[in-house]
């Protein structure tokens, strides 16, 4: 059997900057995961000494608080600050973009509608800068029952998939006077989930590796399964079933934004000396 990886894979420039970062801020503490994959986090932990607390009043004048590639909400940032606590920001500047629009559109009148997930972190952060609330909506169906301002601004958490995007978008621009469409899903993301798409539609088995609460990685999940039907989701070649790969020719693997290199050569390794 053939292995073979996708054109695009694995971590993007956000989780490598904020990797950068961490590593550069030993002894430091992440407020919330700094990214979608434990095992990195653990890597973290032990050899730069990167703690990680979900309870924001843990932090104490003078720590040093790593601030996620999610972001976090405006009011838990100023709270840090006006504690006297060391900020390192890592927030994505792909997850910033989003929410300086939210920001700035909100302070103009405009109603803001957020196209992802309203329990993902990055969207509990986006939202919070919209200073006249916004409406979190995961399909069209979400949209039908909002009674919304003739003036909208439409953004999209940074891992969706923009055909999703595209029908919320075509669903609001004929029904109201102004929708301002910002295309906020990053880069990484367009060229994953391309890469992804081509690749399973050749191949006969599709690994995807990530954590299973990574949004993006689901994401890139949903598009293998739907050409490939057998595909599946693992976090590192522990959770391989090498029933899978039986009579198969091809074997796709792709990978989440969040998920290291060093997993990524954990599982083409397995898989290759099962194959020999």
């Known amino acids: 059997m053939k292995i073979e990886l996708a054109e695009n894979y694995g971590f993007c420039f956000g989780v490598k900057r904020a990797i950068k970062i961490a590593e550069e801020n030993k002894n430091s503490v992440t407020y919330g995961p700094l990214i979608h994959n434990a095992k990195e986090i653990q890597r973290l932990d032990l050899d730069y000494k990167v703690g990680l ?87 069209v169906k979400d949209l039908e029952e909002l009674k919304l301002k003739d003036h909208i601004a439409l953004v999209a958490q940074t891992t969706r998939k923009v055909e999703d995007y595209l029908e919320v978008a075509n669903y609001l621009i004929p029904r109201h006077k102004e929708v301002r ?38 994401q890139l999940f949903s598009i293998a399964r739907e050409f490939c039907p057998e595909s599946y989701h693992i976090e590192d070649e522990k959770d391989i079933d090498f029933s899978w790969f039986k009579g198969k020719k091809l074997c796709g693997i792709s990978a989440g934004a969040s998920t290291p290199d060093w997993i990524i050569q954990k599982v083409v390794d397995s898989i290759s000396n099962k194959e020999q």
């Not at 957020?114 to 952060?125: A, L, N, S, T, Y």
């Not at 469409?181 to 989930?193: G, H, K, L, P, S």
């Open 53 to 139: 607390t979900e309870d924001i009043s843990t932090f104490k004048t003078g720590d040093k608080a790593v601030i996620r590639t999610h972001g976090i909400p405006k009011a838990d940032l100023k709270f840090l600050k006006e504690k006297g606590v060391n900020v390192v920001d890592a927030t994505c500047p792909y997850v910033t973009k989003p929410q300086q629009i939210c920001e700035e559109m909100s302070a103009l009148g405009y109603d803001i509608i957020i196209f992802g997930d309203d329990e993902h972190p990055e969207i509990k952060g986006v939202k919070s800068y919209a200073s006249n609330g916004a409406y979190v909506v995961s399909s």
């Open 181 to 218: 469409v910002f295309n906020t899903i990053c880069n990484a993301t367009f060229e994953n989930q391309d890469a992804v798409r081509k690749l399973a539609k050749r191949a006969d088995v599709m690994i995807v590796i990530g954590g299973k609460n990574s949004s993006n990685t689901k």
